[in-house]
């Protein structure tokens, strides 16, 4: 007290305990002050945080001190708060009735505060935006947030170009698909904002309110990754893929839909392993203020810390040895420690299943909504793209395929040395291709043709007319003098 009413602190500083435990010790303070122009400041307020907890020092209880502000009235509390617990597994809905339908729960704080999404059409913070690297639960925390919407009948789309992040949702109720590759994810976008559009026109001819429009959850993990895919599909080699994205446009057709996808009761979850100027910069203008709900799992930059929470203090001091351990938007939109909660992977393939607990195969079974939420597209470009999608999908999972590793050294080197990729392959180059009896044959290359689907090459053979030929991206060629066994590698 002597310490703060000498005004070193806060001005005019005075101290009255608010608070005793069982046994009559003191485990809450109201300090009262004379506010002025920095009072109501976040770097000045993190400043007296720090100086407030070391004079208070630590408890006997071991619990943490904590510092709620009124700068207004003059006023701060210091009072005790218990310690997050290192692991809460996702709660079964029969825990969580009393959580809004449209709120989507993924996280507890101090005192058994619940952080949640509120995704109704009145949210001031419509979209999401989840901040970790891997491993740092934010995996978990997409899978949270999704299961806890199929709960509630809020279906959802999901966009994974590292291919391992979302499959396991693949087919779970609300699911309309997951896709992976960079140029349907494209496709995807654009088909997105035409759904906006469509909705936003149907409210208009319909003369209803945006609120009975039925919720759609769009998510992007590893934005960064898939927005880098996207610039250098931009300058690939094939004219009509170049084509292609440019009209398709995804970067300005997200853009748009951060900004106006609100009314339309379409939502998006964007996963990211770092914050990015860009992210909220350029044709996004207010994104930022748009992803209102914000969870980040890692220890931010102070430049990253500014750009995520609006304030370079926040988010920098979380344990990340504690996995699902972060700093998320609180229920009165104000950052606070979370631990998020465990949700298993539901995919249940053998190869995933057979690796759960009892405890994990638990919750996902009471998670498990009683009817899949209903999927209404009010554009055709979205209708169509979730046709094909999941007509794709099931035809990749009944005649999928994918190369078994190979032990480097079960091929001699000798037997390679003379081989290179068919796409670096030259005009004029003499490679050896098998006949249809298996027999090599030396031929002559006249002319390649490189694209990401793979490289065909036309060759010379005797007369007028010229062959063509095929090769998957990667696959090597024989250079023409090796022996006729290695040449069993070529096509």
């Not at 999401?128 to 949270?144: D, F, M, N």
């Not at 229920?331 to 299943?353: A, C, F, L, S």
């Not at 055709?380 to 999928?400: D, I, P, S, V, W």
Request: charged letters at 20%; glycine letters at 8%; one cysteine or more.
């Amino acid at each position: 007290a002597k310490s703060l009413e000498s005004g070193a602190i806060l001005k005019d500083a005075t101290v009255s305990v608010c608070s005793h435990d069982e046994s009559g010790a003191e485990t809450g303070y109201r300090i009262g002050f004379t506010p002025n122009l920095s009072s109501g400041s976040e770097a000045f307020q993190y400043r007296v945080n720090e100086a407030l907890i070391s004079i208070a020092g630590e408890h006997e209880s071991g619990q943490n001190w904590d510092v709620k502000w009124s700068p207004e009235s003059g006023e701060l509390l210091l009072t005790l708060k218990a310690p997050l617990k290192e692991r809460i597994a996702h709660p079964a809905p029969a825990e969580l009735t009393a959580i809004a339908n449209r709120y989507l729960p993924y996280a507890t704080g101090a005192a058994d505060v619940i952080a949640y999404w509120d995704v109704s059409t009145k949210s001031n913070k419509p979209h999401c935006l989840i901040v970790g690297p891997t491993g740092g639960g934010k995996t978990s925390a997409i899978r949270t947030i999704l299961t806890e919407a199929s709960l509630r009948g809020i279906p959802f789309i999901g966009v994974d170009p590292k291919m391992i992040e979302l499959d396991g949702l693949e087919g779970y109720p609300g699911c309309g698909a997951i896709v992976y590759d960079p140029i349907r994810a494209a496709i995807f976008i654009r088909a997105l904002h035409a759904e906006m559009m469509a909705r936003n026109q149907y409210v208009h001819v319909k003369k209803i309110e945006p609120s009975q429009l039925p919720l759609l959850i769009a998510v992007l993990d590893e934005f960064f990754i898939l927005s880098a895919a996207w610039t250098r599909l931009k300058k690939d080699p094939d004219e009509e893929t170049r084509n292609l994205i440019t009209t398709l446009d995804p970067l300005g057709a997200w853009a748009e839909l951060s900004v106006l996808a609100r009314s339309s009761g379409i939502r998006l979850l964007l996963g990211v392993q770092r914050p990015d100027a860009s992210l909220f910069g350029g044709a996004s203008g207010n994104a930022r203020d748009n992803f209102g709900t914000r969870l980040s799992l890692a220890n931010l930059s102070q430049d990253g810390a500014q750009m995520v929470w609006g304030d370079a203090h926040q988010g920098r001091s979380i344990d990340t040895s504690i996995p699902g351990r972060a700093m998320a938007t609180g229920p009165d939109g104000t950052p606070m420690e979370v631990q998020v909660w465990w949700t298993p992977n539901v995919d249940r393939h053998p190869n995933k299943w057979n690796q759960l607990s009892q405890a994990d195969i638990a919750i996902i079974d009471a998670l498990q909504p009683s009817g899949a939420p209903e999927f209404m597209c009010y554009s055709r470009e979205l209708r169509e793209f979730l046709e094909t999608e999941r007509a794709l999908a099931t035809k990749n999972r009944e005649h999928g395929s994918v190369a078994e590793p190979v032990l480097l050294g079960d091929v001699p080197v000798a037997d390679i040395a003379d081989a290179i990729p068919a796409h670096a392959l030259k005009p004029g180059t003499a490679i050896l291709l098998t006949n249809d009896d298996g027999e090599p044959n030396i031929v002559t290359v006249a002319s390649v043709d490189t694209k990401p689907t793979g490289t065909t090459i036309t060759i010379d053979t005797g007369g007028r007319t010229r062959a063509k030929v095929s090769f998957d991206p990667g696959e090597i060629v024989l250079l023409a003098g090796v022996d006729g066994d290695a040449s069993e590698l070529a096509v």
